[in-house]
């Protein structure tokens, strides 16, 4: 799935590309899918994209924004699959679940193995829509500050027991952060997923900010995550530490095979020696 190193870079990518083209057609899923929501009947999102032009698209956690002007915003989000231009002549793919065909000849699509949402909202609607309207500083932001993660961390001790893991990936208390990227933050800041926050020192505390905020900045400065692909189908640039193939694998650090469990809705890689 996009998080927010690869959202990032696709829309860099689109407004270095299809931004300022304008839309000839719009079309929604031609493959039933019941794990994508639409927000509008393909109809009526046809007629209302048709003739529009794309503004500049940006990434706020896992959601890209994109505008089309005049008066509407195109939201696409928690996608897992693929987010493509397509250079004219295009074609469609044979299945998608959102195509745009450009008056050049041109194209983008997304379709996605997993889920995902696409709505079009009248302009400056869109931060009403119920997964957005709450997003909170993402970790690329200037506002992301030391001071805010400890407020993040006391919020969430108080609200229940909550893991490093939690932290990270539950409830969006760090927008764009979810579990791929999650495991190599915690295995930089030398921390096992299941531990409360309550027992941290300010030190390992510290360590894990700074391990988000460096290990997003690495992802997007690489172009996203080598097991995903940006706009133009090319996988980026980053070689996640922990993940599937880790497992049983000497730890980068201390040798020590390194495991795996499932921790919070999904599996864990980790160090037993390195991550406490």
Same mark, same amino acid.
């Given at each position: $799935?996009?998080?927010?190193?690869? =959202?990032?870079?696709?829309?860099?990518?689109? #407004?270095?590309? *299809?931004?300022? &083209?304008? *839309? #000839?057609?719009?079309?929604?899923?031609?493959?039933? +899918?019941?794990?994508?929501?639409?927000?509008?009947?393909? !109809?009526?999102?046809? #007629?209302?994209?048709?003739g529009c032009r794309v503004g500049h698209p940006h990434a706020e956690g896992k959601w890209l924004f994109v505008p089309l002007e005049p008066g509407y915003v195109l939201l696409l989000?928690?996608?897992?699959?693929? *987010?493509?231009? +397509?250079? %004219? %002549?295009?074609?469609?793919?044979?299945? /998608?679940? =959102? /195509?745009?065909?450009?008056?050049?000849?041109?194209?983008?699509?997304?379709?996605?193995?997993?889920?995902?949402?696409?709505?079009?909202?009248?302009?400056?609607?869109?931060? !009403?829509?119920?997964?957005?309207?709450?997003?909170?500083?993402?970790?690329?932001?200037?506002?992301?500050?030391?001071?805010?993660?400890?407020? =993040? @961390?006391?919020?969430?001790?108080?609200?229940?027991?909550?893991?490093?893991?939690?932290?990270?990936?539950?409830?969006?208390?760090? %927008?764009?952060?979810?579990?791929? *990227?999650?495991? !190599?933050?915690?295995?930089?800041? &030398?921390?096992?997923?299941?531990?409360?926050?309550?027992?941290?020192?300010?030190?390992q505390l510290r360590a894990l900010y700074d391990e988000t905020v460096m290990t997003v900045a690495e992802v997007t400065a690489a172009g996203g995550r080598s097991d995903e692909r940006?706009?133009?189908?090319?996988?980026?640039?980053? @070689? &996640?530490? $922990? +993940?599937?193939?880790? #497992?049983?694998r000497p730890c980068p650090v201390c040798g020590t095979p390194i495991e795996k469990l499932q921790y919070l809705g999904g599996a864990c890689y980790l160090c037993p020696t390195c991550?406490?």
């Amino acid at each position: $799935m996009f998080e927010l190193p690869e =959202l990032t870079t696709i829309a860099s990518q689109m #407004a270095e590309t *299809i931004q300022g &083209r304008v *839309i #000839a057609e719009g079309h929604l899923g031609n493959t039933p +899918h019941r794990f994508v929501w639409y927000n509008r009947a393909h !109809d009526e999102f046809s #007629a209302l994209v048709k003739g529009c032009r794309v503004g500049h698209p940006h990434a706020e956690g896992k959601w890209l924004f994109v505008p089309l002007e005049p008066g509407y915003v195109l939201l696409l989000g928690e996608w897992g699959g693929r *987010i493509l231009c +397509h250079e %004219p %002549p295009a074609e469609p793919p044979a299945k /998608y679940h =959102l /195509y745009l065909a450009f008056e050049d000849g041109s194209a983008f699509s997304a379709t996605t193995q997993m889920w995902g949402g696409v709505g079009l909202f009248e302009q400056g609607s869109e931060w !009403d829509y119920e997964y957005v309207r709450n997003l909170r500083t993402q970790p690329n932001s200037p506002e992301f500050t030391w001071e805010y993660f400890v407020g =993040l @961390a006391e919020e969430s001790r108080a609200a229940k027991k909550r893991s490093v893991k939690g932290l990270l990936t539950q409830e969006g208390f760090v %927008p764009g952060v979810g579990n791929a *990227i999650a495991q !190599d933050i915690m295995f930089r800041a &030398r921390l096992d997923p299941r531990r409360d926050l309550a027992e941290l020192s300010a030190e390992q505390l510290r360590a894990l900010y700074d391990e988000t905020v460096m290990t997003v900045a690495e992802v997007t400065a690489a172009g996203g995550r080598s097991d995903e692909r940006d706009l133009f189908g090319k996988p980026g640039g980053y @070689a &996640r530490i $922990m +993940h599937a193939k880790a #497992a049983g694998r000497p730890c980068p650090v201390c040798g020590t095979p390194i495991e795996k469990l499932q921790y919070l809705g999904g599996a864990c890689y980790l160090c037993p020696t390195c991550q406490r």
